[in-house]
């Protein structure tokens, strides 16, 4: 039960924080720069505990804020420029500061013992 309360509280997490990206609400001032920093830094912190959710949740934003700038050229692109460096930031934050080491590489490097 806790553990579908923590999915429902980071799908709402992406959910404001997609809408409160530059593409959506225009240029930012200082309030909406404050409150889109302590977003990220709930982000962040909820990552630790459900790091496929948030990792895919702003992967899919980046695909549509993507997607979005190429059908909407005539508006300013600066905006969805910005939201590309927001979302790409705090996808880096989330990978770095993730506590359990993701091994790729020996999954990558193992032969497999298929015969």
Known sequence: M???KTG???????ARF???LPNRIGA???QARMSQDQLVACLIHISRYRFS???SGLTKMLQRVNEAALQNR????RCYFESLVI?????ERCLTNQTKPICLAKTLLT???RE
């Open 2 to 4: 806790a553990t579908q």
């Open 8 to 14: 429902e509280w980071a799908s709402a997490l992406l």
């Open 18 to 20: 997609e809408d409160q």
């Open 28 to 30: 930012y001032g200082t």
């Open 53 to 55: 959710l948030v990792i």
């Open 74 to 77: 005539y508006e300013p692109e």
């Open 87 to 91: 979302i790409l930031t705090t996808l």
């Open 111 to 113: 032969p497999s013992r």
